[in-house]
C-alpha cells in the first residue's frame, strides 16, 4: 500500500489506542533537579506539579501492511484531571479526543465515540497514563513495569503494561529527555508496528 492508497485507510482500535498513549506521554515536561536527587520520585513529583501542556509532534509510523513509513504533524493538548486531545494537521486533519470515559475520532467530517467502559484494555492503558500525567506513583506501578534510566541531562522512561490484555496491543512505550524537555517518544506495537514522535514543548497561556 502506498502513501497515496492510506488516504481512505481507517486505523482499527490498536491504533487508536496507540495514538492515546503517545498523545498523553508527549506532554511530559520535567523540571530540572540535581543528578543526586533524580529517581522515579523526583521525576512523578515534578508532574504531578503540572496540571496541563500542550505540544507540537511530528511522527513517524512503520507498518507492516504498508511498504513505505507514514508521517504527519499536529498539536497535543493534556489538562487534568482528564482531558487528552490529539490534533492531527498533515497530512489530513484528524482529531482524537479523551475525557472522562468517553473516547471521540473525528475525521474527513464523521466522528465516531465510544466508551472506555465497554472496552476495558482500553482503559486499562488510558487509567496507566493518567497516573503518570498525574504523578501518581502508586497507580502507575499498579499497571506498569516502570524502569527509569539516566539523569536530568539525559533520561530515558520505559513502561511496560502488567496486564496481559494491554500488552498485547502495546509492548512497551520508551520515552526519552534531555534537562526538562521530552524530546523522543517511541512506541512499540505487539504486533511489530513502531511509532516515534519528535516533540516541541510550548508554554500554556
Given at each position: 500500500?502506498?502513501?497515496?492508497?492510506?488516504?481512505?485507510?481507517?486505523?482499527?482500535?490498536?491504533?487508536?489506542?496507540?495514538?492515546?498513549?503517545v498523545l498523553a506521554t508527549a506532554l511530559l515536561c520535567v523540571p530540572l533537579a540535581r543528578a543526586a536527587d533524580w529517581n522515579l520520585e523526583t521525576l512523578m513529583h515534578a508532574l504531578a506539579q503540572r496540571p496541563a501542556g500542550r505540544a507540537?509532534?511530528?511522527?513517524?509510523?512503520?507498518?507492516?501492511?504498508?511498504n513505505v513509513p507514514i508521517k504527519s504533524s499536529g498539536e497535543l493538548r493534556?489538562?487534568?484531571?482528564?482531558?487528552?486531545?490529539m490534533r492531527t494537521l498533515k497530512p489530513r486533519p484528524q482529531t482524537l479526543v479523551v475525557q472522562g470515559n468517553q473516547?471521540?475520532?473525528?475525521?474527513?467530517?464523521?466522528?465516531?465515540?465510544?466508551?472506555?467502559?465497554?472496552?476495558?484494555?482500553?482503559?486499562?492503558?488510558?487509567?496507566?497514563?493518567?497516573?503518570?500525567?498525574?504523578?501518581?506513583?502508586?497507580a502507575l506501578t499498579r499497571d506498569y513495569r516502570v524502569t527509569l534510566e539516566g539523569d536530568a541531562a539525559r533520561w530515558s522512561l520505559?513502561?511496560?503494561?502488567?496486564?496481559a490484555t494491554v500488552r498485547a496491543r502495546v509492548r512497551q512505550v520508551r520515552i526519552?529527555?534531555?534537562?526538562?524537555?521530552?524530546?523522543?517518544?517511541?512506541?512499540?506495537?505487539a504486533d511489530g508496528d513502531h511509532s516515534s514522535l519528535i516533540i516541541q514543548q510550548h508554554a500554556m497561556p
Open positions: 500500500m502506498t502513501p497515496r492508497m492510506t488516504e481512505g485507510f481507517h486505523r482499527p482500535l490498536h491504533l487508536y489506542v496507540t495514538c492515546i498513549l507540537t509532534y511530528v511522527e513517524t509510523k512503520t507498518m507492516a501492511i504498508l493534556y489538562a487534568a484531571p482528564d482531558l487528552l486531545e473516547v471521540s475520532v473525528e475525521a474527513d467530517g464523521r466522528r465516531r465515540q465510544f466508551s472506555l467502559r465497554s472496552h476495558p484494555e482500553v482503559a486499562g492503558l488510558v487509567d496507566g497514563i493518567r497516573a503518570t500525567l498525574n504523578g501518581n506513583l502508586r520505559t513502561l511496560v503494561p502488567l496486564d526519552g529527555g534531555r534537562e526538562n524537555w521530552v524530546r523522543t517518544i517511541a512506541v512499540q506495537q
